[in-house]
């Protein structure tokens, strides 16, 4: 379990979460994170840093991005990490990311943009955050009020839901 004062890293790198509609348009849009935000609504008084590694649709990143993630991880002095992530591909990112030893990495989304009053992106981030101090070592996804390890899960895309995955 992480100690009271121990940071928790937050990663963010676009996906449904951030997205902005633009009415003129009729497009959706990665824009600038609302995470920071979104935790100072919820009160939380643990220490957190934030940085932004992409501001991309999920179905957008590629090995270069995942390899810029995993450094990021890699290098970060904080052992427990939140990553803000599109649901597409986050499964994929998750296993780039099994590689890093001792620290306990959490991966989450939503599927509603979090400017979105009926949005699930506070519980889902909440999730998170809570997952990454109490989880033992290693990846997950929560999402929809489930923690997931990352290597047992797959999102059904006609459920819009993360699953354990049929093996």
Not at 59 to 80: G, M, T
């Amino acid at each position: 379990m992480l100690s009271p004062d121990a940071p928790i890293l937050l990663l963010t790198t676009g996906g449904t979460i951030d997205k902005i509609y633009f009415d003129a348009l009729s497009d959706y849009q990665v824009g600038e994170t609302v995470v920071a935000r979104l935790l100072e609504i919820a009160r939380v008084k643990r220490p957190f840093r934030i940085e932004e590694v992409t501001r991309k649709d999920s179905l957008e990143l590629d090995d270069a991005d995942r390899a810029l993630i995993y450094a990021r991880v890699a290098a970060a002095p904080e052992s427990h990490v939140v990553i803000t992530h599109g649901t597409d591909t986050m499964t994929e990112t998750a296993k780039h990311l099994a590689a890093i030893p001792g620290k306990t990495i959490v991966l989450v989304g939503a599927l509603a943009p979090a400017r979105f009053g009926e949005s699930d992106a506070s519980f889902n981030l909440g999730m998170a955050f809570a997952a990454a101090q109490v989880a033992k070592p290693g990846v997950y996804i929560t999402m929809s009020g489930s923690v997931f390890r990352a290597d047992r899960v797959v999102k059904d895309r006609e459920k819009g839901a993360f699953v354990p995955r049929a093996d």
